[in-house]
């Protein structure tokens, strides 16, 4: 009888949450509740708006908990920031919830679309979270806007049983010796390609370890000695038939996973050449590519959240990865949750931003229902430091996660990160491809950052 009461509770959260997700997003909202007592609704409400299904399951289980009713309503991120804006503008006093990602933050933040969680107390709360994910969700006056209940630090998921056979170790020490540099790189893809591997599934691999400094120092572009050098690499991996030529998120990158994927051509990787679909079916993508030589990839550059990406895609070769250091510390990514700076409802919501990410038995439930996230709450990854996770040879990720993060510097991030690094990402595809020289393509990659910021000292 209870096993049915919670059951249809569930359903009920569920039903009242006005949600764009599929069946997926409902049943993970469904199980949240699902070892939860019923309790009676309080007639309090709060509207969130999201990103991430994340906020799905966890509004379920608030509102299970404590009777406060949760709508929780999941845009598409190309859209988002518009329509949080426009309801900004428009004087909408709903939602009372807001999210960003960190290369949306400074945006949302210079219209003031996020409250001041330090009017609310949440400086007594600044040595409970990782460094640096506190520091994400500062305004640039050093205001508390948002807080992540997640870490993202990046690191390179590698083939244990490929790493013995080419390098004669798996240690994910050992292993990550030879990400050290980029040149140290190029060798290591060299090695892997004379043994029949491919290093990465595409070149974009290594994008999280692009360059360990500031895009813009004192008012000046900052294109530094390590930035040049990443160009140099991801052109050698390119022109050199060093990857899979697989595009991130396609189905030979998924495929790559779990076993060996197709060697596409250049020209399909930029749709030049179109008999390829790389986004079609894995059944449609394998009649296109049949006959074609194939090759196992050796490893993924990818925050730590990568570990459910490959936990869902690695199929039967899990519990052959390790995961290591990259040549630099990196992050990507991470849900920061907020409240608008409209919402009529600011204690409440405040309440729940702090069960989301400062509450450690949240944090100890997240990490058992997400099969493997990251938390940023200090006490919780210490608890969990000796955790092994079995698709990675039961390396304890936590521990290693927790390294990464120290060592990221959050004033290396500036508000010019999106655009100028855009900028570069199109330079260097330039190059690659030949449609220019490294000297053309800089050039129009000054021109580009001139024109779009005209206040910035270029030194040509």
Not at 102 to 114: E, K, W
Not at 327 to 343: H, R, V
Not at 400 to 413: C, H, L, P, R, T
């Given at each position: 009888m209870m096993k049915l009461a919670k059951k249809l509770l569930a359903m009920a959260l569920v039903l009242v949450m006005v949600m764009s997700l599929g069946t997926v997003a409902f049943a993970r909202a469904d199980e949240a509740v699902a070892d939860l007592t019923p309790v009676e609704l309080t007639g309090d409400k709060l509207v969130v708006w999201t990103l991430a299904d994340d906020l799905v399951s966890f509004g379920a289980r608030y509102q299970a908990m404590t009777g406060v009713e949760m709508e929780v309503v999941v845009i598409a991120p190309e859209d988002y920031p518009t329509k949080v804006q426009t309801a900004l503008v428009g004087g909408e006093t709903e939602p009372d919830i807001i999210v960003g990602e960190?290369?949306?933050?400074?945006?949302?933040?210079?219209?003031?679309?996020?409250a001041d969680l330090d009017a609310l107390g949440a400086q007594d709360y600044a040595d409970q979270i990782v460094d640096y994910v506190w520091d994400v969700g500062k305004d640039e006056n050093g205001v508390q806007r948002a807080i992540s209940y997640q870490i993202t630090p990046a690191g390179l998921y590698y083939r244990?049983?490929?790493?013995?056979?080419?390098?004669g170790t798996e240690d994910p020490e050992e292993i990550g010796k030879l990400f050290?540099?980029?040149?140290?790189?190029?060798?290591?893809?060299?090695?892997?390609?004379?043994?029949?591997?491919?290093?990465?599934?595409?070149d974009s691999e290594i994008n999280y370890f692009s360059g360990d400094e500031a895009w813009v120092v004192d008012g000046k572009l900052n294109l530094s000695q390590a930035r040049l050098d990443y160009m140099d690499l991801v052109v050698a991996l390119y022109q050199n038939d060093l990857t899979a030529y697989a595009n991130q998120w396609s189905t030979p990158w998924y495929q790559a996973m779990r076993g060996p994927v197709p060697i596409l051509t250049a020209d399909i990787q930029n749709y030049a050449d179109d008999s390829v679909n790389v986004w079609a079916s894995a059944d449609e993508f394998a009649e296109a590519t049949e006959g074609l030589?194939?090759?196992?990839?050796?490893?993924?550059?990818?925050?730590s959240w990568g570990v459910l990406t490959m936990r869902d895609n690695v199929e039967e070769t899990s519990g052959l990865w390790g995961v290591c250091?990259?040549?630099?510390?990196?992050?990507?990514?991470?849900?920061?949750?907020?409240?608008?700076?409209?919402?009529?409802?600011?204690?409440?919501?405040?309440e729940f931003v702090k069960w989301v990410t400062l509450n450690e038995e949240t944090a100890d439930w997240w990490i058992t229902f997400s099969e493997g996230d990251t938390v940023s709450l200090k006490s919780v990854l210490e608890a969990h430091k000796d955790d092994e996770n079995p698709v990675y040879g039961n390396q304890k990720l936590y521990a290693?996660?927790?390294?990464?993060?120290?060592?990221?510097?959050?004033?290396?991030?500036t508000p010019y990160d999106k655009i100028v690094g855009d900028a570069w990402g199109a330079a260097i595809s330039s190059v690659k491809t030949g449609v220019a020289t490294k000297e053309e393509a800089i050039e129009e990659f000054y021109d580009t950052v001139a024109y779009t910021y005209p206040e910035l000292e270029i030194d040509r």
């Open positions: 960190p290369q949306m933050l400074g945006d949302m933040f210079s219209y003031g679309a996020f244990r049983d490929i790493a013995e056979k080419v390098f050290a540099d980029y040149p140290t790189i190029l060798d290591t893809a060299q090695k892997l390609k004379d043994a029949g591997y491919r290093i990465f599934s595409s030589q194939e090759a196992e990839v050796f490893a993924f550059g990818l925050p250091a990259g040549p630099a510390y990196g992050f990507g990514g991470g849900t920061f949750i907020g409240i608008s700076e409209l919402s009529e409802k600011k204690d409440l919501a405040w290693f996660w927790q390294e990464q993060a120290e060592g990221i510097d959050y004033s290396k991030v």
